[in-house]
Nanobody
Framework: QVQLVESGGGLVQAGGSLRLSCVAS????????MAWFRQAPGKEREIVAA?????HYEDSVKGRFTISRDNAKNTVYLQMNSLKSEDTAVYFC????????????????WGQGTQVTVSS
């Protein structure tokens, strides 16, 4: 049982930045792969980034977004720069046991999501 709570979403102008945070419960945070997914209205949920001891980025965010983690704080972050209107979505934090995966069905634990809206 893992509880995930996202924060940091909001409304931002195109070209701006936001940092999302996800705090996880439990004593074994460092053993989990953490990921950010997003779901835009009417669209499928898609991987944004994931991190274990390495990182994965979806092509559309590569060079703009950075995923990081602080195991001492049980927290994973998503720094989002140069935001575009197409980044507008609900962003979800997710967790799974090793190894890293990019498909949502592989992830066992999910946060409630935080809305990111980018105005054009």
């Amino acid at each position: 049982q893992v509880q995930l709570v996202e924060s940091g979403g909001g409304l931002v102008q195109a070209g701006g930045s936001l940092r999302l945070s996800c705090v996880a419960s439990g004593r074994t945070f460092s053993t989990y792969v953490m990921a950010w997914f997003r779901q835009a209205p009417g669209k499928e949920r898609e991987i944004v980034a994931a991190i274990s001891y390495s990182t994965h980025y979806e092509d559309s965010v590569k060079g703009r977004f950075t995923i990081s983690r602080d195991n001492a704080k049980n927290t994973v972050y998503l720094q989002m720069n140069s935001l575009k209107s197409e980044d507008t979505a609900v962003y979800f934090c997710a967790a799974k046991m090793w190894p890293l995966a990019t498909d949502e069905q592989a992830y066992d634990y999910w946060g409630q999501g935080t809305q990111v809206t980018v105005s054009s």
